[in-house]
């Protein structure tokens, strides 16, 4: 599962799982850009990246809800690494909304960042990978989109709807050589700890009973370097070559149907 030779861009760099994915390929080997909209963070990601080695990381902004900034930012990356072999794409927000009043605002925010983001970067990717010979898309899916999200509800539709595009884009470039996953995570990240922190008792409470009692492997979300890290230079190298069009949880066994 060396990544040695590989070109990434990893979305959502500057914390989170974006974060540790970038430094789980450079210690594999890999080339990497880093991208995000916060800035100082991606760069402080990128720099301890660099002290480790043996790859190497460099970053960029990038919005991804808007076409214009996907398309040179990525032209930009892929012009610097010469060609793209992976996408890692965790960049993603989450807000708190219930089914019932959930506004047209918070609606079209969550799918212009979640739905709209994931369809611009995998299709420019795409594009720069049928140029490489193919490559491994990894998008970042949720329990939310497979069960009921009172708490959610316009994340979990965004959610969902990723999971549809996973499968139809990987349907669709597959002639092309080109793998698209998506990662089902439950990781203590930033996004895991701000939602914990908003929650009152009465969420908590609700929280543990559906969330984490339901972690078979200990009841507590994952370390995004050690137990998701090894999951995405998986996917990102040659040896997940036959894996294509799958959702894949790596929750310690909290959805445990797909
Ligand atoms: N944390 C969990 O347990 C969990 C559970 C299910 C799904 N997920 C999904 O996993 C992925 C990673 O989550 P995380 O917990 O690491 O999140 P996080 O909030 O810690 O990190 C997300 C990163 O995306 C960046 N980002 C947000 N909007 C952006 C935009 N428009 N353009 C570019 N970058 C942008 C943020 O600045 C941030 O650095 C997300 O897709 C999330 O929905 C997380």
């Known amino acids: 599962m060396e990544l040695k030779g590989k070109r990434i861009i990893v979305t959502g760099s500057a914390r989170g799982m974006g ?38 990381a460099e970053y960029m902004h990038v919005d991804i809800a808007e076409k214009d900034s996907v398309e040179s930012t990525f032209a930009e990356a892929v012009k610097l ?16 909304s219930d089914a019932g009043d ?5 609606w079209d925010l969550m799918f212009a960042v979640n739905v709209r983001g994931t369809m611009l ?32 509800a316009a994340y979990s539709a965004a959610k969902g ?37 908003l929650a ?11 969330n984490r009692r339901t972690i078979a492997l200990g009841e507590e979300y994952g370390d995004p370097d050690k137990d998701l890290g090894p999951v995405m230079v998986f996917f990102a190298s040659d040896a997940s070559g036959f894996i294509t069009g799958q959702l894949i949880p790596v929750d310690g066994g909290q959805t445990s149907v797909r």
């Open 19 to 56: 974060e540790a994915t970038l430094l789980n390929y450079v210690r594999a080997g890999a080339h990497v850009i880093g991208m995000d909209v916060s800035d100082d963070d991606g760069c402080a990601v990128v720099e301890e990246a660099n002290k480790a080695g043996p790859g190497k």
């Open 81 to 96: 690494m010469g060609g793209l072999d992976v996408l890692a794409h965790p960049a993603a927000i989450q807000r708190s």
């Open 102 to 106: 959930v506004s047209v605002e918070d």
């Open 121 to 152: 970067t995998n299709q420019v990717a795409a594009r720069y990978m049928k140029e490489s010979g193919g490559g491994s898309i990894i998008n970042f899916g949720s329990i939310s989109g497979q069960r009921p999200e009172p708490s959610a």
């Open 161 to 197: 709807a990723v999971h549809s595009w996973t499968r139809t884009a990987a349907g669709t470039w597959g002639k092309d050589n080109i793998r698209v996953n998506a990662i089902l995570p439950a990781m203590a990240t930033p996004m895991y700890r701000e939602a914990m922190a």
């Open 200 to 210: 009152d008792e009465a969420a908590l409470e609700a929280s543990y009973w559906m």
